[in-house]
């Protein structure tokens, strides 16, 4: 997908505040992106569809650079979706957790690996990135079972529990919604297009209260931050609904004799 660098909204913000660094503006303009995306959660993203490997419950989200993961909306296993807990809930429904190769070590684990096809470029291609592993030992697999739950333990990183097994195949489909990373210097071109007057809001409000500048204007600060909050309300009903329109009604509760 193409981005659209954050520094191509700095000429609507300039005149608002006279004389600050465009180097200024960006970072506010990057900073109001993130808040904008983590409130709204517009910008959604499908990762692509992959295989859980047979022995593995942790994984990192494939998702586009310089973007991290918000929410996750769903996790789709073999199109029966999984349980989304935090980590204290997964604590409690798996005390047990779960151990890479249900705790084998990785060199007994590629043991069996045929040592005449390992690094070769058969191995690499119809190995690796075919998400497929050499034969494992029943040992490494002996915790394993069909995955029914995902939590995400740090920014980056979610296991999947209890650990697969090689039974069957579990094909993952995810659903979630991304935002700038802190040093990242643009965003999705879409998903920018659509909150840009709330990103410009939202950067106004917070450099218009600057101290020492000569740009400083806390009642027009005061009317950004009107405007931004009243449209990342629009913006978060925007997402949820989409280009659907839901149908409302409404049913008379009964009273109890």
């Known amino acids: 997908m193409a981005n659209r660098e954050f520094s191509t909204l700095a000429s609507r913000l300039a005149p608002s505040v006279p004389g600050c660094p465009q180097p200024t503006i960006i970072q506010y303009i990057r900073d109001s992106a993130i808040r904008t995306c983590e409130r709204t959660l517009a910008w959604r993203y499908v990762q692509p569809v992959f295989n859980l490997l047979p022995g593995v419950f942790e994984y990192s989200y494939n998702k586009p650079v310089d973007t991290d993961v918000h929410a996750l909306f769903d996790a789709i296993v073999n199109d029966w979706p999984l349980d989304r807990l935090t980590l204290e809930q997964a604590l409690y429904q798996f005390p047990e957790w779960a ?53 995400q333990v740090t920014p980056d990183k979610y296991v999947v529990l209890p650990l697969p097994d090689a039974d069957r195949v579990y094909t993952m489909r995810m659903f979630y919604a991304l935002k700038p990373k802190r040093n990242s210097s643009g965003m999705d071109e879409v998903a920018f297009n659509e909150l840009e007057d709330v990103i410009m809001h939202g950067a106004l409000q917070h450099l218009l209260v600057l101290p020492n500048t000569n740009w400083s204007d806390r009642e027009l600060a005061s009317y950004h931050a009107r405007q931004y909050v009243f449209q990342i309300a629009e913006r978060r009903a925007r997402a949820n609904l989409g280009n659907m329109r839901g149908v409302m009604s409404a049913r008379m509760q009964r009273f109890g004799i």
Request: net charge negative.
């Open 99 to 151: 151990d890479l190769y249900s705790g084998v070590d990785p060199n007994v684990v590629w043991l069996q690996t045929q040592s005449n096809v390992y690094n070769s470029n058969q191995y690499n291609s119809s190995q690796y990135n075919n998400n497929s592993q050499g034969p494992l030992p029943e040992s490494a697999l002996v915790d394993g079972s069909e995955p029914r739950a995902i939590c």
